[in-house]
């Protein structure tokens, strides 16, 4: 199993950045792509950023040139760096694995993130 526990969110002003962590415990070997989702009141689950086992990126459009998703080099936490945000960033974050074990999908408990001023 992989447990997977995020942290680092809070309230910041409009402008503001925020580094939020996933740690993750367990089979961390196991784990092809970690993945940060958010979920803003009201709406789905979207997803804002992914990283590969082998280091590739991926963004959600909206945020493409202010966030920057990255790990550590024995791939147990990983960090979204959110910078330059707006409110329309306000939303609980997750982070998800997805793994080669049997049990694929592994989700965090999500941290709140509040934008405003």
């Known amino acids: 199993q992989v447990q997977l526990v995020e942290s680092g969110g809070g309230l910041v002003e409009p402008g503001g950045s925020l580094n939020l962590s996933c740690a993750a415990t367990?089979?961390?070997?196991?784990?092809?792509?970690t993945t940060w989702y958010r979920q803003a009141p009201g709406k789905e689950r979207e997803r804002v950023a992914r990283i590969t086992s082998g280091g590739l990126r991926g963004y959600e459009d909206s945020v493409t040139g202010r966030f920057t998703i990255s790990r550590d080099n024995m791939k147990s936490t990983t960090f979204l760096l959110m910078t330059k945000m707006t409110v329309d960033d306000t939303a609980v974050y997750y982070c998800?694995?997805?793994?080669?074990?049997?049990?694929?999908?592994?989700w965090g408990p999500g941290t709140q993130v509040t934008v405003s001023s």
């Open positions: 998800h694995a997805e793994t080669s074990l049997a049990t694929r999908d592994f």
């Open positions: 367990g089979f961390v070997n196991a784990i092809r792509v």
